[in-house]
């Protein structure tokens, strides 16, 4: 059962990741969470006999990279609750219908917020978040790593990738499932969750240059459709006079 609320909270945690590794480029850049290789996983104690673990899959996303400004980076993480795989379908359906744990119909996703981010050093930093399970807000802190940001690494074999621009992090953070009102079983199965959380993710397009014509005159209205004025008129090159000519004799 605590395979459940450790899932939860590695949902938070991946959103959290994707915020702390704000910490390059020259400007914000935003990111989609690439659901193929999100992978939120949280383990939790069993009897004292073994650690267990689960995942959230469908992870879905937005984080803002502010590289010059990495504290006024955001991430925004959306889970869906019935994403949750432990491995063993009975105890899945369990965590979902049996309302001691998740009810999906009334809150279908976990969610995670950030609030602030915190770098530590050239390539971590602490993302704090506000994290969501079944309604219930709790402050959660990621331990981030940036893994690698650049063009993506298949680019140069595989034309799928030409010009696609990605980022890669990795993220860890313990919580007691207790705060999220997640208390059966324990002790038994552990009150505290370790979460850990890999992900890439892929720039958005760059915005288009400005057209300059659009800032030239303000007093324009917006949209107005601009007609390029003609060009100047040029004189004609005078005929030069050939010696012994008269330019206004008749001939």
Wanted: negative net charge; glycine residues 8%.
């Amino acid at each position: 059962m605590a395979v459940w609320w450790k899932a939860l909270f590695g949902t938070v945690a991946v959103g959290v990741l994707s915020c702390g590794l704000a910490v390059t480029g020259a400007h914000a850049d935003v990111y989609d969470l690439d659901p193929d290789h999100t992978d939120v996983r949280f383990s939790w104690d069993h009897l004292g006999l073994s650690r267990q673990s689960g995942r959230f899959t469908n992870v879905k996303g937005t984080v803002t990279f502010n590289q010059a400004n990495p504290a006024a980076s955001s991430v925004d993480v959306t889970i869906p609750v019935r994403g949750i795989q432990t491995g063993v379908q009975a105890l899945d359906e369990h965590l979902l219908n049996s309302r001691e744990f998740f009810d999906p119909e009334t809150n279908p996703d976990i969610t995670f917020k950030s609030v602030s981010v915190t770098p530590t050093g050239q390539r971590t930093a602490e993302v704090t978040g506000e994290l969501t399970i079944n309604g219930i807000a709790r402050p959660v802190v990621l331990e981030v790593i940036w893994n690698f940001s650049g063009e993506h690494p298949l680019n140069a074999i595989n034309p799928t990738y030409a010009g696609v621009y990605a980022s890669g992090f990795s993220a860890k953070t313990q919580i007691r499932r207790s705060d999220w009102g997640l208390t059966r079983t324990i002790p038994y199965v552990s009150d505290e969750i370790r979460i850990t959380i890999e992900t890439e993710m892929y720039r958005r397009a760059l915005p288009p240059v400005p057209d300059p014509a659009e800032t030239l005159d303000p007093s324009r209205a917006l949209g107005e459709t601009v007609t390029p004025a003609p060009p100047p008129a040029v004189a004609p090159p005078q005929i030069p006079t050939l010696p012994g000519d008269d330019p206004m004799r008749v001939p």
